[in-house]
């Protein structure tokens, strides 16, 4: 099962941007799509944004034209370039390969979490 590894997360001003990257142990990682998920504390896990292999990407409202997915399959990374961000944005942003979708459960593999705290 392909292992994934997130980075790039930390403290920033409501304004600023923060670039995560997720690293997959394996080149199969070019045949999955892989997506972005959160969650706050107290709160249940949501979808932020997809990418398919062919890379259709999807996001969810509340961060669409403020957030970006870009994956290398190359270097079997994928990136969330997250611009704009507000307090509500704070949560541990989880990694996710499986498919296309923005329902979690179609999601095999999870990285562990970074978390990304966006301060007023």
């Known amino acids: 099962q392909v292992r994934l590894v997130e980075s790039g997360g930390g403290l920033v001003q409501a304004g600023g941007s923060l670039r995560l990257s997720c690293v997959a142990s394996?080149?199969?990682?070019?045949?999955?799509?892989t997506g972005w998920f959160r969650q706050a504390p107290g709160k249940e896990r949501e979808f932020v944004a997809s990418?398919?292999?062919?890379?259709?990407?999807n996001f969810a409202d509340s961060v669409k034209g403020r957030f970006t997915i870009s994956r290398d399959n190359a270097k079997s990374t994928m990136y969330l370039q997250m611009n704009s961000l507000k307090p509500e944005d704070t949560a541990v942003y989880y990694c996710?390969?499986?498919?296309?979708?923005?329902?979690?459960?179609?999601?095999?593999?999870w990285g562990q979490g970074t978390q990304v705290t966006v301060s007023s």
């Open positions: 394996e080149r199969t990682f070019r045949n999955y799509a």
């Open positions: 996710a390969a499986g498919a296309y979708s923005t329902d979690a459960g179609s999601y095999g593999a």
């Open positions: 990418i398919s292999w062919t890379g259709s990407t």
